[in-house]
């Protein structure tokens, strides 16, 4: 029922956070990199 729609929209919000948060520590991960080069 819509419970099932909540909690499905509510993983994906998670998983959109977790994957914007881990291109940002990559992205500055590589701007330190490169700094060091």
Known sequence: G???FK???LIQ???VVA???LL???????G??????
């Open 2 to 4: 819509p419970n099932f």
């Open 7 to 9: 909690i499905s929209n």
């Open 13 to 15: 919000h998670e998983h």
């Open 19 to 21: 994957i914007c948060y």
């Open 24 to 30: 940002a520590s990559i992205q500055r991960n590589l």
């Open 32 to 37: 330190i990199w490169r700094l060091h080069e």
